[in-house]
């Protein structure tokens, strides 16, 4: 079983995973009990008989076939259509052997079959993999970024990233959820929550959080640099020693390596000047439209290239493990939000779009 040195996420099942010679994660029976426990496959006061009894089966042997007539036999669609999702995600799993050569494979057969929320999870899970017995709180919360959607907002010179469900959901219902939202549609006050940016005085308790209802709250400064005005002309230019865009970089270098089994450095970077350019490729669709739309020298209208959260330069430990034709040549990664402020990290993109050699 995965060794849980430090506090994980709830709940991705990463408790109820073990790991295969190459380090990649296998399902056992329980891992799937959790699933079948989610809100979508739960069974509810309304549950028909047939429904109830395809559960009870399945938590009894949750990795054994089940007929087509069995899902025939429920009253409602939507029960049906969750069942008949999950089922196909299960044993697309168990017929890869693991999660990650699952999760490689949703991609490369093209249109992509599976709910978002599974691929979340499954990545989530992935993530808790590459971090498990790691102290370091900007790089667990840098890895969130990985499957959850974040609301990106520059403010007083810093880029500040939080997650989006959690700040939305502040947003509407000051946190307190249904009542919450009741209370606010009615005109009453409600004291105003607070969440915090990440740093050496909530560190740790970032890392005791994961592991309860506060997880998410916590807002991850992507800021390069800070330039602070001074006099005569003069400005003074600080480095953010604790940036989450270097946390960011780790988890990346780490995504590679355990997919692709070659070490490769990470760096960000607030500006390219490189007139050899030759290979980039976007970590969500933003950047991948905008990275393209600079390489074949189209305009970009001012208000979009602010959108540009970051530029990473990408380098192989071994040039060998490159093709030939831009071996020894960085890979340039882009960081993006969209107009509305939200960025969703594509980490396929890492799996499908890198210079390897057919060898790596």
Not at 6 to 19: I, K, M, N, Q
Not at 173 to 182: E, F, P
Not at 270 to 291: I, K, M, Y
């Amino acid at each position: 079983m995965p060794s849980h040195a430090s506090p994980l996420w709830t709940p991705c099942g990463f408790d109820h995973l073990t790991r295969d010679p190459r380090g990649w994660l296998v399902p056992t029976d329980d891992y799937w009990r959790l699933w079948l426990q989610r809100p979508e496959l739960a069974l509810v006061e309304e549950s028909c008989a047939a429904e109830q009894a395809l559960h009870a089966s399945l938590m009894e042997a949750p990795t054994r076939a089940v007929a087509q007539h069995e899902l025939d036999a429920f009253e409602d669609a939507d029960a049906r259509a969750n069942h008949r999702l999950f089922l196909g995600f299960r044993d697309s799993v168990i017929a890869a052997g693991s999660l990650e050569a699952a999760y490689a494979g949703f991609f490369k057969a093209g249109a992509i079959q599976i709910p978002p929320l599974f691929l979340d999870l499954v990545v989530q899970a992935m993530a808790c993999n590459l971090l498990d017995g790691e102290d370091d709180a900007w790089q667990w919360r840098a890895a969130e970024m990985l499957f959850r959607r974040q609301r990106v907002r520059v403010q007083d010179g810093r880029v500040l990233s939080g997650d989006s469900e959690v700040l939305d959901m502040l947003n509407e219902t000051g946190g307190l959820g249904a009542v919450g939202r009741l209370l606010m549609q009615s005109g009453a006050t409600i004291p105003e929550m607070q969440i915090e940016v990440l740093g050496d005085d909530n560190a740790a308790r970032y890392l005791l959080s994961r592991a309860g209802n506060g997880r998410f709250n916590f807002v991850l400064d992507l800021t390069h640099e800070i330039q602070r005005e001074l006099s005569h002309g003069l400005t003074l230019t600080m480095n953010r020693s604790q940036s989450g865009l270097k946390a960011l970089a780790v988890v990346l270098q780490k995504w590679v390596r355990h997919f692709h089994g070659v070490g490769v450095q990470v760096q960000p970077e607030s500006r390219v000047e490189d007139t050899a350019w030759r290979w980039h490729l976007g970590l969500d669709a933003e950047s991948t439209a905008l990275l393209n739309d600079l390489y074949l020298g189209r305009e970009v209208e001012p208000e979009r290239q602010q959108r540009l959260i970051s530029l990473f330069r990408l380098s192989f430990d071994d040039p060998q493990d490159m093709r030939a034709d831009v071996r020894g040549k960085p890979v340039y990664l882009g960081l993006a939000m969209n107009a509305e402020g939200l960025l969703k990290i594509k980490p396929q993109n890492l799996l499908l779009n890198l210079p390897l050699t057919s060898a790596a």
